[in-house]
């Protein structure tokens, strides 16, 4: 059950870049960016799903991480095709941020279980 979400990752990365492949609005940049953004929500759910976090902070973290990992794919897709200047990309940024602090904060504060 905890390798899940590795295989909704690939599912999703999959559909993603068939939909890359297929329509030629879909700029490269964006489906890459959508793809890296996949790649790491996959990495820190599977991070979160196997760390020994006391329980309440695996509950919330699971709800605050797929939300947080939807709006930047949401972002990763409206992004501008150029790096400078990019509010949206800042954002981006930032949200995966937000995501890798609060998993070390919750690591720093967990409680080893036998």
Same mark, same amino acid.
């Given at each position: 059950?905890? #390798? !899940?979400? %590795?295989? %909704?990752?690939? *599912?999703? =990365?999959? *559909? #993603?870049?068939?939909?890359? +492949? +297929?329509?030629?609005?879909?700029?490269?940049? $964006?489906?890459?960016?959508?793809?890296? *953004?996949?790649?790491?929500?996959?990495?820190?759910?599977? $991070?979160?799903?196997?760390?020994?976090?006391?329980?309440?902070?695996?509950?919330?973290? $699971?709800?605050?991480?797929? =939300?947080?990992?939807?709006?930047?794919?949401?972002?990763? !897709?409206?992004?501008? #095709?150029? +790096?400078?200047? $990019? +509010?949206?990309?800042?954002?981006?940024?930032?949200?995966?941020?937000?995501? %890798? =602090?609060?998993?070390?904060?919750?690591?720093?504060?967990?409680?080893?279980?036998?």
């Amino acid at each position: 059950m905890k #390798n !899940i979400y %590795i295989l %909704i990752g690939l *599912v999703a =990365v999959f *559909v #993603n870049s068939m939909i890359g +492949i +297929i329509f030629k609005a879909y700029s490269t940049f $964006n489906w890459l960016t959508a793809d890296a *953004v996949i790649i790491l929500n996959v990495i820190l759910l599977q $991070n979160l799903s196997q760390s020994k976090i006391s329980d309440g902070f695996k509950v919330a973290l $699971n709800f605050i991480f797929p =939300v947080l990992g939807f709006l930047t794919f949401i972002l990763s !897709i409206r992004l501008e #095709n150029q +790096i400078e200047n $990019n +509010i949206l990309l800042a954002a981006l940024l930032f949200l995966i941020c937000i995501q %890798i =602090v609060l998993l070390i904060i919750t690591n720093s504060f967990k409680t080893y279980r036998q």
